[in-house]
């Protein structure tokens, strides 16, 4: 059964999400995320799906060897809908610069912690494909149409 995010509820466990985020312990890692992700958890990433706890913490493991010293954080407020929250967020580096941008979708399990994850980290769409028909584009987008 899907009920309306709790917005108070949903920043409580997305604090602890941030956390295991910045942990670089495993075991405090498991721990935090056992806390934040249902059993069946899954991060969609660029290239394959994390699923469960175990797999969430490898991939936070290689976040921090692909980011070194850089810690997610909360960028935008947040837009939510049925058990859905859409959030933006950045990479951002030890002297606080911003690294990376993107915006992240999270579903909730029934008991109100994060089932499902998909970070979308592109700066920005491509432009539409030249095959694309004008009349089902926004106008000036394909071909100078």
Same mark, same amino acid.
């Given at each position: 059964?899907?009920?309306?995010?709790?917005?108070?509820?949903?920043?409580?466990? +997305? @604090?602890?999400?941030? /956390?295991?985020?910045? /942990?670089?312990? %495993?075991?405090?890692?498991?721990?935090?995320?056992?806390?934040?992700?249902? !059993?069946?958890? /899954?991060?969609?990433? #660029?290239?394959?799906? +994390?699923?469960?706890?175990? !797999?969430?913490?490898? $991939?936070?493991?290689?976040?921090?060897?692909?980011? #070194?010293?850089?810690?997610? =954080?909360?960028?935008? *407020?947040?837009? @939510? +809908?049925?058990?859905? =929250?859409?959030?933006?967020?950045?990479?951002?580096? %030890?002297? *606080?610069?911003?690294?990376?941008? &993107? !915006? @992240?979708?999270?579903?909730?399990?029934?008991? &109100?912690?994060?089932?499902?994850? =998909? #970070?979308?980290? !592109?700066? /920005?769409? %491509?432009?539409?494909? $030249?095959?694309?028909?004008?009349?089902? &584009?926004? #106008? *000036? @987008?394909?071909?100078?149409?």
């Amino acid at each position: 059964m899907n009920a309306n995010v709790d917005v108070p509820a949903f920043l409580t466990i +997305f @604090t602890i999400y941030l /956390e295991a985020f910045a /942990e670089h312990d %495993p075991v405090r890692r498991r721990r935090l995320l056992a806390r934040c992700l249902s !059993e069946d958890s /899954e991060i969609w990433g #660029p290239n394959r799906m +994390f699923v469960g706890i175990s !797999e969430v913490c490898d $991939k936070i493991a290689s976040f921090h060897d692909n980011w #070194p010293n850089c810690r997610l =954080v909360l960028a935008t *407020g947040l837009s @939510t +809908f049925d058990n859905v =929250v859409r959030l933006g967020n950045a990479f951002v580096g %030890p002297d *606080g610069s911003v690294r990376a941008r &993107g !915006e @992240t979708i999270f579903a909730l399990a029934s008991d &109100g912690r994060i089932r499902s994850v =998909v #970070p979308l980290w !592109e700066a /920005e769409l %491509p432009p539409l494909p $030249k095959s694309w028909q004008a009349h089902l &584009g926004v #106008p *000036g @987008t394909i071909d100078g149409h």
